[in-house]
């Protein structure tokens, strides 16, 4: 390991030293600057700065910088941003110069909001970087929703490669892995569970989010820990001309965000808040039958979530940001007989960040960042109490150099470090009047480190490449683990319209999800890698061919993976998952595999945009005997319930007029893959005692649900302004247009004549969860 490592090392500095700028025959400079919008100076993320004549361009970063290294002369640069006016502003290049750009809002703005925001199709196809989604919180706001709640991750699940958990769930299942194998980052800082109500809705306020980053393979260097995919959320700036306030006002749900400058083109703060009322109704409903001995209370539920963040301009040079997150679901439920349920359960984010440039060659990111989740479940009978826990804390610095010696070049270094603390397991039990009381915790620490290197390396035109290596190591106590992660991928130009690409990527991931998949409720327990239990560790290998059809205005992509993961964890029957010193000896270990299709058509421009994408798709599993057991499914292969053969997603949005836009989305997929019984065998104990019928089931996942498939439509009308709202819409939006009866669940009803004769046989149901569901929502901005 320390061999390859130092070798990387050297090469990269060998590339420092020996790759002078002045080697070329014509002169190079490097045009830097920055991209923001001329109405509240925010960052533009993912803008596209271009030299069409050359055929030269690239994409703003997190911060709304750009580096594009030109040869000396007069150049025609035109930077653009979906949303906003084109500029075009001649640059003579005698020197490295830095020019910024201020971007006015399109008169349609609400029209040109795009689908895909990953710069243009012309720069999606030069990049060596594939298997990645961009989203913005404008598109999100556009598509019809459940309730009409907008949700970023839901929206992830429309694109190809990404299978949802169910009806109504915001999880994701990236090329065949799990939903706790996708690193979700909020500003660079670590977000456990990124759901509320069960996973219904996700914990991102649209509101307060500039844009989302999905990795689906082709990791760059800088990710790591996790092994599906990686979910990069970038928090807004907020305005730094005016203060300016915001909201919507909907079904289940209403939002409110605050944001202004601190000191003016300096610095910025914006403060976003929203709140279910389920809780508001329930209580009042269940005031008004108090006196009723027979009514059974409804649950009481609500989420609340609030983010902040602030910028501040030190200097030409520097700039600091600060942002947070915080947000709890409650469930409680007291009936009139005394039992007494409450669930909790949340996350609390909080980064800081500083950026600093050197020089026009060389950018530094540092964050400092703390992430805190934790549930806790309490049950209450008369006199008798019962709370159980479990939290994860972690403490986590990184810092990150950009530097482009010339213009074939642009390296990125980077190390991190962080402190987990686990507690795994907190139960409290005992009666009011201390005659019996018990207690437990079970807690360990880890600490996690990574430094990395990668160079994006353009020899010519035709060529480019992307490649770096990862090192990570792992250690809770005396255990410690330690992995190599390279990391590579390349682009070959076929014709100015057809690129090919492929990537490959080795993955570790050094925590753990505990769930009870047997539990009503989320009982989610982070458990680190120790003693016996090792990393999980996955390679991936992709390859793809992109075209540009249609005058450059649609791109149709197809890629091909190939997914093979060890040390995959799954636990044994009847495994005692809480309060459990010796959790290790409850897990079991297998090997994954997944691979598939995807077929991706896009189109970004005009008054109607959208896509279609299509995913053909294999999920596997095995577990063999192990501890004592007959491993899983008695060793044999077998489907995770996730593993969906056929995915097909559709999206239109059109304009149609200034004021209106008609979206809609259609979907397609494969039931999941669940157990079911085969057959009953009766069995009596005793002579003329009952009978009973014992199921027998087949081996695991065995059995195909219903396929589902569903239709959103939507309508977005933006409202003439006036002295109180200059800005406003109404969203109509209908989820499940055609009331489609998708399943849930199944479950198996006994056949009789009445109540009293015997059993002849059983039938099984389906549960479907949502039917037709209209939703308004009004939104505004003063």
Known sequence: MRSTFLLLVFSFLYILTTAPAGAQSVATYKLTGVVRAASNRESLPGASVTVSALGAGVTTDASGAYSLSLPAGRHQVVVSFIGYENQTREVNLTRDQRVSFTLSESSNALGEVVVEGSGTLEQKLQTTQMSVERLTAKEAKLLPALFGEVDILKTLQLKPGVQNGGEGTSGLFVRGGSSDQNLVLVDD????????????????????????????????????????????VKLREGDKQKVGVSGGLGLISSRLTVEGPIVKDKGSFIVSGRRTYFDIFTRQINNLNDDDPEYNPIPDYYFYDFNAKANYTLGPKDQVFLSGYHGRDAFGFA????????????????????????????????????TNYQYDVTNKLDQFSFNLGSTIRDYSVRTDLDYAPNDKHAMKFGVQATTHRFGVGRLQAGASDGRFNIGSDVNYRGQEAAVYASDNFKPSDKWQFEYGLRVTGFQSGSDAYGGLEPRGSARYSLTPKTSLKASYALMYQYVHLVTNSGATLPTDIWYPSRLSVKPQRSQQVATGASFLLGDGKYLL??????????????????????????????????????????????????????????????SKRQFPPQRGTTGINGGSVFYPNYDRRHNLTAVLLHQLNERVNLTGSFVFTSGNATTLPAGRFAVQDVFGGEVAAVPVYPDRNSYRLASYNRLDLGVVWRMKPNRWFPESDLTFSVYNAYNRRNPYFVYFDQIQEDDDAPVTGYRARQVSLFPVIPAVTYNFKF
Request: proline share 3%.
């Open 335 to 370: 009936s009139q007989g005394g039992f007494d349920f409450s669930f909790t359960w949340g996350n609390t984010v909080g980064a800081a960040r500083w950026n600093h440039v050197f020089n026009k060659r060389l950018y530094l990111n540092t964050t400092l960042s703390v």
């Open 557 to 618: 992509t197809n890629e091909v993976y190939y997914k093979w993961a060890q040390n995959q964890v799954d636990f044994k029957d009847g495994a005692q998952l809480f309060v459990n010193p010796d959790l290790d000896s409850e897990f079991l270990f297998g090997k994954g595999w997944a691979y598939g299709n995807e077929l991706y058509l896009e189109k970004k421009t005009g008054r109607t945009t959208g896509w279609i994408g299509y995913t053909l798709s294999w």
């Open 189 to 232: 800082a670590l977000v456990y569970n990124p759901s509320h109500l069960f996973g219904l809705f996700s914990v991102f306020n649209p509101d307060a989010v500039a844009s989302v980053d999905l990795y689906k393979g082709g990791f760059p260097a800088q990710y790591g820990g996790r092994l599906s995919s990686v979910i990069d």
